[in-house]
């Protein structure tokens, strides 16, 4: 033996995401007062355990493998995984991740161990959205499926027979990874596919072609052909997609095992090696005259099939936000154990000025991705749909760009370890290679500036945005500044070249109003006065020495 191994972190594990998550606490508590978080508390605890942070490595060392044909030659167009995979997902469909907050029982409190349950009902989809961030920070890439099956159902409504047929199986919280027809299976999952090789974003250039085929109990059945580049989660049991009709662009339900029990005429041609996300299955595939469905109606399909992408943009937030939280988790467990020059990492000034900032950023992204999951569940409600509109372009927007920066960061606070694929610290290293994906999913940054501009359009967007920002208003000077120029901004805003910067600055003020409803004052004062006031640099680790860094490094810590 040449030396003893020492200051050397113990990995972060056997730990409660949800109590030690302060801000997330804190914003249930304002936008839910009454809210039960007794089945958040107990998911917290199973994420939180050594045994599911396991079955959350292994599903990431040991990806996804296609298997195009069997052994005599037949196509079979399976994807396996390690059988972590399916523990995960068994796990984030019986918390109810997916469909439960669509169900009629989504609210109830359940005799069979009901993870998120209880009521309100009001509160389904921030429920929901909490358990879905809890998930985020223990293995993001299986949540792919499960937030496409969330967000099936309102665009399924645009066909009462599939939605009657399907609509108990992706509301079912059980688990079936096989391949059967619906009706055969205790439980369903739904994919995605949009974009094609020549047009990725602009699907109005997709060549895919559907021809009519008929009237069954499920509609306008149709033949396609064509291809995706991005097609989301394989091995679901369905997907939604566009196609070109006699119409137009519309869109359709292509199921991965018909009704007759054969398979479709889906061809997986191969699986993409991605940068991250690597648990997850997307692959490239071609239609050689699969059977779907029309959902909605004929040529309508964009606006059909966003009713889905609206509710994955909103994962796309809560994803990124939960990825934020388990980085700073991995950071501050790191400073608090790892001594350098003679005393611990988080008692060093320039550490304690980074882990601050980035606690910040943390706390802001939580409570303004679960204020839009709270406007979902307010659908009726005029003030709530405007915000709804405005704020899933902005949260996903601004939360998504940060996320990158935020992981380099956070990585570099464990030096050298950080960087390693190894052990628990190679947990900082797959949140690294993930965070790009939900910015670059479901529309990329330019996407959702555009997308904040139309919504502006609307009417009541600017007046919904006042009302919103009001509450705080007189908390702070430079917050106040900012919403005074907001509203001519917001009128006059056609300039797509000024999108961005808009889309920044709501959100900016949205999480500032946020933090002064629902954090102690240091902290809603430390982020005005670095994002709102500027006096701040261009990086992480740059808050004035006024900032009340014990404040805001004690109630960020993760135990």
């Known amino acids: 033996m040449t030396h003893d191994v020492f200051n050397q972190p113990e990995t972060l594990r056997d730990w409660d995401l949800f109590s030690g998550n302060r801000g997330m606490r804190d914003a249930l508590r304002l936008l839910a007062p009454a809210l039960d978080t007794t089945g958040l508390e107990l998911l917290g605890r199973e994420l939180g355990s050594a045994q599911m942070q396991e079955h959350a490595r292994l599903a990431n060392a040991y990806g996804p493998q296609l298997r195009t044909h069997d052994r005599h030659g037949r196509r079979v167009d399976?994807?396996?995984?390690?059988?972590?995979?399916?523990?995960?997902?068994?796990?984030?469909?019986?918390?109810?991740?997916?469909?439960?907050?669509?169900?009629?029982?989504?609210?109830?409190?359940?005799?069979d161990g009901d993870r998120i349950g209880g009521h309100p009902a009001a509160h389904a989809h921030l429920r929901r959205a909490a358990g879905f961030m809890l998930f985020t920070e223990l293995e993001p890439a299986v949540l792919c499926p499960v937030s496409m099956t969330y967000a099936a159902t309102p665009a399924l409504r645009g066909n009462p027979a599939l939605l009657a047929a399907w609509g108990p199986g992706l509301t079912s919280r059980a688990y079936d990874a096989s391949a059967r027809t619906w009706r055969d299976k205790p439980g369903l999952t739904m994919g995605m596919g949009?974009?094609?090789?020549?047009?990725?974003?602009?699907?109005?250039?997709?060549?895919?072609?559907?021809?009519?085929?008929?009237?069954?109990?499920?509609?306008?059945?149709?033949?396609?052909?064509?291809?995706?580049?991005?097609?989301?989660?394989?091995?679901?049991?369905?997907?939604?997609?566009?196609?070109?009709?006699?119409?137009?662009?519309?869109?359709?339900?292509?199921?991965?095992?018909l009704p007759d029990g054969s398979r479709n005429a889906v061809r997986v041609q191969r699986l993409k090696d991605k940068l991250?996300?690597?648990?997850?299955?997307?692959?490239?595939?071609?239609?050689?005259?699969?059977?779907?469905?029309?959902?909605?109606?004929?040529?309508?399909?964009?606006?059909?099939?966003?009713?889905?992408?609206?509710l994955t943009r909103l994962d796309c937030a809560l994803g990124t936000g939960g990825l934020m939280r388990q980085a700073l988790s991995l950071a501050l467990d790191h400073c608090r154990q790892r001594q350098a020059f003679g005393k611990p990492l988080i008692d060093q000034p320039l550490m304690r000025n980074v882990l601050a900032d980035l606690a910040l950023e943390a706390e802001a992204a939580c409570a303004?991705?679960?204020?839009?999951?709270?406007?979902?569940?307010?659908?009726?409600?005029?003030?709530?749909?405007?915000?709804?509109?405005?704020?899933?372009?902005?949260?996903?927007?601004?939360?998504?760009?940060?996320?990158?920066?935020?992981?380099?960061?956070?990585?570099?606070?464990?030096?050298?370890?950080?960087?390693?694929?190894?052990?628990?610290?190679?947990?900082?290293?797959?949140?690294?290679?993930e965070m790009p994906v939900n910015s670059i999913w479901e529309g990329a940054g330019n996407i959702m500036a555009l997308d904040l501009l139309r919504a502006l359009r609307k009417a009541d967007s600017a007046q919904a945005l006042a009302r919103e920002l009001a509450s705080?208003?007189?908390?702070?000077?430079?917050?106040?500044?900012?919403?005074?120029?907001?509203?001519?901004?917001?009128?006059?805003?056609?300039?797509?070249?000024?999108a961005r910067r808009l889309a920044q600055d709501i959100a900016l003020a949205l999480q500032a109003t946020l933090l002064w409803r629902c954090a102690p004052p240091e902290v809603a004062a430390a982020f005005c006065?670095?994002?709102?006031?500027?006096?701040?640099?261009?990086?992480?680790?740059?808050?004035?020495?006024?900032?009340?860094f014990d404040a805001i490094l004690a109630r960020a810590m993760p135990r």
């Not at 399916?86 to 009629?104: C, F, I």
């Not at 196609?243 to 292509?254: E, H, N, R, W, Y």
């Open 78 to 111: 399976e994807v396996e995984f390690h059988p972590s995979y399916h523990v995960l997902m068994a796990a984030a469909v019986q918390a109810g991740l997916h469909g439960t907050p669509w169900s009629e029982d989504a609210t109830a409190q359940r005799s």
């Open 194 to 257: 949009m974009t094609e090789k020549q047009g990725g974003s602009d699907v109005r250039a997709n060549t895919t072609r559907a021809e009519p085929d008929g009237q069954d109990d499920w509609g306008t059945r149709m033949r396609v052909t064509g291809h995706k580049w991005f097609f989301s989660a394989p091995q679901s049991d369905a997907h939604l997609v566009l196609a070109q009709t006699a119409s137009g662009l519309s869109c359709l339900f292509l199921p991965r095992v």
């Open 276 to 310: 991250g996300n690597r648990a997850n299955a997307s692959a490239e595939v071609e239609f050689d005259g699969a059977t779907a469905w029309l959902v909605g109606e004929e040529g309508r399909g964009i606006p059909q099939i966003l009713q889905m992408g609206s």
């Open 368 to 433: 303004l991705s679960l204020r839009l999951a709270h406007a979902f569940d307010r659908p009726d409600d005029a003030h709530e749909a405007a915000m709804a509109r405005l704020l899933t372009p902005v949260a996903k927007y601004w939360i998504c760009k940060r996320g990158s920066a935020f992981a380099q960061e956070a990585m570099e606070c464990l030096g050298g370890n950080g960087y390693v694929e190894e052990g628990g610290h190679g947990v900082m290293a797959r949140i690294y290679r």
């Open 472 to 498: 705080a208003r007189g908390a702070d000077a430079a917050l106040d500044r900012l919403m005074d120029q907001l509203p001519a901004r917001v009128d006059e805003a056609s300039s797509e070249s000024g």
């Open 529 to 548: 006065g670095s994002r709102v006031a500027g006096d701040w640099g261009q990086v992480f680790g740059t808050l004035a020495d006024t900032v009340a």
